[in-house]
């Protein structure tokens, strides 16, 4: 089973940059697509950014223009760039891998994805 894990998380000021690592532990099928996901105590989940399955990127309207995500297949490692961070940024980041199709249905991502425990980013003012 494919675990992945992020990193890079941290503590910054609003208008800081932190870069988000997710690197799995073994192949990801090439029918799968992975993303960035972030989620805040009492708050449902909220898709960030993820790859579609043309290599294109998809971005949530709360990040665009301010947080890039980018794939290494070699290294089988996610990013996510995030530069001009606001509070509003702060979370509980996760990433996942998922059949293409599947990324934009949370019964979905539930039942058929592969979940990274997290990395937390607080952002303050």
């Known amino acids: 089973q494919v675990q992945l894990r992020e990193s890079g998380g941290g503590s910054v000021q609003a208008g800081d940059s932190l870069r988000l690592s997710c690197a799995a532990s073994?192949?990801?099928?090439?029918?799968?697509?992975m993303g960035w996901f972030r989620q805040v105590d009492g708050k449902g989940r909220e898709a960030v950014a993820h790859?579609?399955?043309?290599?294109?990127?998809i971005y949530a309207d709360s990040v665009k223009g301010r947080f890039t995500v980018s794939q290494d297949n070699v290294k089988m490692i996610l990013y996510l760039q995030m530069d001009r961070l606001e509070p509003e940024d702060t979370a509980l980041y996760r990433c996942?891998?998922?059949?293409?199709?599947?990324?934009?249905?949370?019964?979905?991502?539930?039942?058929?994805?592969?979940w990274g425990r997290g990395t937390q980013v607080n952002v303050s003012s």
């Open positions: 996942v891998a998922v059949y293409c199709d599947m990324m934009a249905d949370d019964y979905d991502l539930d039942v058929f994805g592969i």
């Open positions: 790859i579609a399955n043309d290599g294109s990127a």
């Open positions: 073994g192949t990801i099928r090439s029918d799968y697509c």
